[in-house]
């Protein structure tokens, strides 16, 4: 939904904090021997968030009525302030790591939110930057935004991924 800058830029204040406060009481949790595995799940769950981002990307962003309206002005005023609110977006999250806590543990919980929120973050930190930075080339930020680049102006059947291009290639989207 449109958003004030507050709005908009609180993500990258709330999140850091809320991941680094989890991880901490979760690698506490998980102690000394809990945490090679604590770190293994973080990191699936962050892979898993890639997969996440291109179908919600895919089917809900360009699908669901109203939400594909307010995306739709995204893709038109690209820089305008147009996003998930922080409450929306992290009670969403806190739902997940509450529903894995009731049927495993905290640790593994927090390691869930906690991978699930990096993702997150590194989304909507590497969609940022690709609509107001000019990265150089070549690099991996410029090669992102001229994808993405792509799925607005040119075929918004592809390129749903924006931090990465693995799932498009999986499911024949991706498109230079
Ligand atoms: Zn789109
Ligand atoms: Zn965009």
Known sequence: MQ???IGYYSDFVVYPLVIALLGVAGLIEAGEEGAPDWI?????CLGLWTLI??????FVLHHVPWVRDL???HHVEERSPVGTPTWLSLGVHAAI???VWLI????????????LM???????SVHHMIHHWHPGHPSYLYT?????AVHHHVDDNANFGVTSMFWDRVFGTARL
């Open 3 to 5: 958003l004030g800058l």
């Open 40 to 44: 293994g799940m973080a990191l699936v």
């Open 53 to 58: 981002e291109y179908v919600l990307h895919r």
């Open 71 to 73: 995306h739709d002005r």
């Open 97 to 99: 790591a509450l529903s």
């Open 104 to 115: 495993t543990d905290f640790a593994t919980a927090s390691a869930v939110g906690c991978g």
């Open 118 to 124: 990096l993702g997150y973050l590194w989304y909507i």
């Open 144 to 148: 992102l935004k001229r994808r993405h």
